[in-house]
Structures are given as structure tokens and as C-alpha cells.
């Protein structure tokens, strides 16, 4: 056999040859183990997805996460995303320090203020270096992710992304219209 052939193969099948790698026994070994570890898996649950797989090929592991250790994504990213002043998702604007931590808007000009009446050197409360709005910048590509996250309307109880909810709920909720008709209602009964 040649070497180009056994670079082919992989493996060569005369044990005397001298750049023989395996011999027929040793590859005979080699697909009994891949056999072996495949039933393993299949054993232990692992499951693997698409065509099978070649046999001198070394399997390939897919453990699938239960959805309660990871969580959804949104939810995880709903940690990421939160201003680290008052621990809620940015509404408007999100501001961060030379070191990346998020504020929403409100929070940033409280901080601003409250150091200004204290007559001290604004903080970042996670990281203390010095904010302000000169050193602080918005942050757009964290205020366009929050903006698609969905959120769930109070009326119908969908799930919209945030930036259409505030039109959702004034123009197309139906939801929103049954609701402030009953509202109406009870106060008219009430002060008549």
C-alpha cells in the first residue's frame, strides 16, 4: 500500500509495513470502542441529532441543558440588561460608567443630583469611580436590546416587544377598552 493511500485511510492495513501506524486488529479495537461509547450514550440519554456519524470518527457529546438551570434567554438577559442603581430594565435611556455599568436615566440624574446637593464627586455605586456627564455615556446598543425584549401587556396579557407596547396599549389593545369601560362604570356607580 502506498503512503498516499494510507494518508487516505488513515490507517495501514499491513501490520509489516514500515510507516504503519495500526494494524487490522488495532482498528477492529478502534470501531468496537466508537461502538461502545455510542451505546453509552444512548444509554445514559445523551442523544445525538442528523445522520449518523462515521464510525472512525470520534463521537460527538451533546448535553442538552434543562431549561431550569439555564432559563430562558429573556430572562437572563433581563439580569444583564438592569440599570445597577434600582435593579429594574431601563425604560428610556441607559447611561454607563468608564467601566460598563449600566444606569437608566432616572437613576443617573438622581445620582447626579444627590452628589451636587451633597456637594461631592458623583459615584458609580458598583464599581465607585468618579460619573458624570461628561465622563458617562449612553449606552444605544443596550437601549435597543431592552426596547425588543418582550414584556407582557396588562389588559390582554400578550407579549409585545417594549418599544410597541405603549401603542399596542393605546391604539389596538381591545382588552384595554373593555377594561376602562368597566373602570368608568364602577366610578360612575359609585359617586351616583
Not at 445514559?44 to 470520534?58: F, H, K, L, M, Q
Request: charged share 25%; with cysteine.
Amino acid at each position: 500500500m502506498s503512503s498516499l493511500e494510507e494518508r487516505d485511510v488513515g490507517v495501514a492495513v499491513a501490520p509489516s509495513s514500515s510507516s504503519a501506524g495500526l494494524g487490522v486488529g488495532a482498528v477492529g479495537a478502534a470501531v468496537e470502542a466508537v461502538a461502545g461509547v455510542a451505546a453509552m450514550q444512548e444509554d445514559v440519554g445523551i442523544r445525538r441529532e442528523g445522520p449518523e456519524p462515521d464510525p472512525d470518527e470520534p463521537p460527538k457529546k451533546r448535553v442538552k441543558i434543562p431549561e431550569g438551570e439555564s432559563g430562558k434567554l429573556e430572562e437572563r438577559l433581563y439580569s444583564v440588561l438592569c440599570c445597577t442603581v434600582c435593579l429594574d430594565l431601563p425604560k428610556a435611556s441607559v447611561y454607563q460608567c468608564t467601566n460598563g455599568h449600566l444606569m437608566c436615566a432616572g437613576c443617573f440624574i438622581h445620582l447626579l443630583a444627590d452628589s451636587r446637593l451633597k456637594e461631592e464627586q458623583a459615584t458609580c455605586p458598583n464599581c465607585r469611580c468618579e460619573i458624570s456627564k461628561n465622563l458617562c455615556c449612553r449606552n444605544l446598543a443596550v437601549e435597543k436590546a431592552v426596547s425588543e425584549l418582550p414584556t407582557e401587556c396588562t389588559f390582554c396579557l400578550k407579549q409585545f416587544p417594549r418599544s410597541s407596547l405603549e401603542r399596542h396599549q393605546k391604539e389596538e389593545c381591545q382588552d384595554r377598552v373593555t377594561f376602562l369601560s368597566i373602570v368608568i362604570y364602577s366610578l360612575r356607580e359609585r359617586l351616583l
